[in-house]
């Protein structure tokens, strides 16, 4: 499994495409209707700043890029793997 983090960047006239996106992933990250390989791990929201970043632990970024691209974002997205080099409380 890899540790992906996406971010999502929007113009003010997409908020509400992007609101209603997020609100699909999150129900279905929380009714475990993710399609199998994909689990969202956190989704922070900045509405004031028209940006969104998500953790995922994902089988292979595209994977996940192929699932995003089938909810016809119109917003742009970047995604990247990464690994985790500092967590509180693990030293």
């Given at each position: 499994?890899?540790d992906v983090i996406?971010?999502?960047?929007?113009?003010?006239?997409?908020?509400?495409?992007?609101?209603?996106?997020?609100?699909?992933?999150?129900?279905?990250?929380?009714?475990?209707?993710?399609?199998?390989?994909?689990?969202?791990?956190?989704?922070?929201?900045?509405?004031?700043?028209?940006?969104?970043?998500?953790?995922?632990?994902?089988?292979?970024?595209?994977?996940?890029?192929?699932?995003?691209?089938?909810?016809?974002?119109?917003w742009e997205?970047?995604?990247?793997?990464?690994?985790?080099?500092?967590?509180?409380?693990?030293?």
């Amino acid at each position: 499994m890899t540790d992906v983090i996406v971010i999502h960047k929007w113009k003010d006239e997409q908020k509400d495409d992007v609101m209603k996106f997020a609100t699909q992933i999150m129900d279905m990250a929380k009714s475990k209707k993710l399609p199998q390989g994909l689990k969202l791990e956190e989704l922070f929201l900045g509405e004031k700043e028209n940006e969104a970043v998500c953790r995922w632990t994902v089988d292979t970024l595209d994977h996940l890029m192929e699932t995003a691209k089938s909810l016809k974002p119109t917003w742009e997205i970047q995604a990247f793997e990464v690994d985790q080099k500092f967590k509180k409380g693990l030293f």
